[in-house]
């Protein structure tokens, strides 16, 4: 990680991990579970359909796209927050988690969701932000009222008289300060992320409780699991020892996976999840392999998924190594090729667009590297978290104004840019390539004003490509990725081999090319991956040359049924296939 609030900052948004040890192997094989089969289809509501003219997102405009979501073939929806929030981080900042924004709409608007899409055979996990809540929260005003407000320790404190605190680095804040002074009991108090999110005191057993208590009024709603949001972090050491000076560089050691963290996890579990069928998943890993396993080692009975951010984290304005990418994704698949259970994903709310950072935005290879993308992530061993839009192809919407931004923290780390004589230039063209914005425009419906997703003014820009890539059009094209990502729903819904067969990496120096092996007692599959806009050749060093084998998907058109599977298979920019052996 580079110093300065950008780097700091972009790190940040695609994830900043340090898995360092090495695979370790455990002997129990893997257990089937509905949440290993499906498929996670992530809505971010703000930004997916408006039904009401403000330019937002809300929950009837999901309602009445719930057949279009079903269509898709998906199993799961993971909902961003909608929760009550002054939405100073798009609503990872709860001030009621009982309660519904109303910009998004009511309760009696939750549950007809949560109902259309259950009676669509869909099920739905919810984000829990609970390493922090909003300083809007009542818990957090009655915290700050007084030193012996039965609240105070709700939160982490550290009186002035004291002196300053050790410092911490606070993702969010503009002067990277996690301390921040309160004039009202003359004390600090720690916020890892904005100061508009003071952590919450886990150590206190009545924070835990009030957890475990939001948990089961959702859980008894009937939503099908929790995503938790930044968990990792939330066991400190509260007598706040002095950090080694630059820790700031590295503070995922320092933040991530301390004290207590499993013993949370523990009594979360025995509290909540062994009491609903739910899919539980934490943000992060940890920093090693064995943290990550031990987040989801099934005797421990902690969580179901590790969702960890190595991969996404390769991704720079100037280029990724494919090399590196192939290892990093072939070591966490050892890593739990017997036990435990990931995520693949490459995009969320908290990246930019999959193709702009992976692929290739340019209009001759927007769609086939989409295609290419989508092959990788429904073909690879885990559950595939898949953002929405992805599957339309969306692109980075290439802002060029710093007005173009609602992010918070994106025109907090400009303000400081600005106040520390950064280069402004260079800042608004990394901005352009990794800011959550990129990621977060809506949704495109159609050709007409606004692409369909509202009648008001949006909250945030179209795509200016908005009438070429967009749903009314990708129905009508056989070739879109739209019906290409719902091609490879089907062909991994018929295929339980690509949900549990052993993954085998295939020509691993090649610079240009991803193939592996999917194969079990029930069938063997090679998926084939150009990652480059210029011709390639899969080195076939392992498979026997075959007259006829039969090519189950393919991203280019004019591919026959069957291909000969030979010592060299040349491939096409982005060329992306799936081929039964």
Request: hydrophobic share 40%; aromatic share 14%; charged share 20%.
């Amino acid at each position: 990680m580079k110093p300065g609030i950008l780097a700091i900052f972009l790190c940040f948004i695609v994830g900043v991990e340090n898995i360092g040890a090495q695979p370790i192997q455990q002997k129990s094989a893997a257990t089937q579970h509905w949440w290993k089969e499906a498929v996670v289809y992530q809505i971010y509501p703000r930004s997916f359909k408006d039904s009401n003219g403000d330019g937002v997102g809300d929950l009837k405009g999901i309602i009445s796209e719930l057949d279009y979501i079903k269509s898709l073939g998906v199993d799961v929806v993971w909902l961003n927050p909608v929760y009550q929030s002054p939405n100073f981080d798009n609503g990872y900042d709860v001030s009621d988690y009982r309660k519904i924004l109303p910009e998004f709409g009511t309760m009696a608007d939750f549950d007809s969701l949560l109902n259309g899409m259950h009676r669509r055979g869909i099920k739905l996990v919810m984000d829990l932000v609970v390493n922090h809540s909003s300083s809007e929260h009542e818990w957090f005003k009655q915290s700050r009222s007084s030193r012996i407000n039965p609240y105070r320790n709700y939160y982490h404190w550290w009186n002035a008289e004291n002196g300053k605190p050790p410092y911490r680095f606070s993702l969010f804040d503009i002067n990277h300060d996690a301390w921040q002074y309160d004039t009202l009991t003359n004390a600090y108090y720690l916020h890892y992320f904005s100061d508009k999110q003071p952590d919450l005191n886990w150590g206190n057993p009545k924070v835990r409780n009030e957890v475990y208590s939001i948990m089961r009024f959702w859980a008894d709603k009937g939503i099908d699991g929790f995503r938790l949001d930044a968990f990792q972090f939330v066991a400190k050491d509260t007598t706040f020892p002095m950090f080694p000076k630059g820790f700031e560089k590295n503070f995922m050691l320092y933040y991530a996976m301390q004290g207590n963290l499993h013993g949370y996890l523990q009594q979360m579990n025995q509290q909540i999840f062994s009491k609903y069928d739910v899919m539980s998943v934490a943000e992060g890993a940890g920093n090693t392999f064995e943290d990550a396993h031990n987040l989801v080692d099934s005797n421990r009975h902690e969580l179901n998924i590790a969702y960890a951010f190595n991969g996404v984290d390769l991704a720079k304005p100037n280029g990724y190594s494919l090399l590196q990418f192939k290892s990093i994704f072939s070591q966490w698949d050892s890593a739990f090729e017997h036990s435990g259970w990931l995520a693949v994903f490459l995009a969320n709310h908290d990246q930019a667009r999959m193709v702009s950072r992976f692929g290739n935005d340019a209009p001759q290879f927007r769609t086939l590297s989409s295609q290419m993308l989508s092959t990788f992530l429904l073909t690879m061993r885990g559950t595939p978290f898949y953002y929405n839009g992805d599957e339309l192809g969306m692109v980075n919407p290439n802002f060029t104004s710093i007005h173009d931004y609602r992010d918070e923290v994106i025109l907090d780390a400009y303000k400081h840019t600005q106040l520390t004589g950064g280069n402004i230039k260079a800042f608004l063209k990394n901005l352009a390539f990794g800011a959550r914005d990129n990621g977060r425009t809506p949704f495109p419906w159609d050709s007409s004003l606004n692409a369909g997703f509202t009648t008001g003014l949006p909250w945030i820009g179209i795509n200016a490509n908005y009438k070429t890539v967009n749903v009314a059009v990708e129905e009508n094209d056989p070739n879109s990725c739209l019906n290409y990502f719902r091609k490879l729903m089907q062909l991994r819904k018929n295929n339980p081999t690509l949900v549990y067969g052993k993954y085998t990496l295939l020509d691993k120096n090649n610079p240009q090319v991803y193939a592996y092996l999917r194969e079990d007692a029930a069938g063997k599959f090679l998926v084939v991956l150009n990652f480059s806009a210029k011709d390639a050749v899969f080195n076939n060093l392992t498979l026997m040359a075959k007259a006829n084998v039969v090519l189950v998907l393919a991203n280019y058109i004019n591919k026959p049924s069957t291909i000969a599977l030979r010592n060299k298979i040349p491939l096409r920019p982005y060329e992306a296939m799936v081929i039964k052996l």
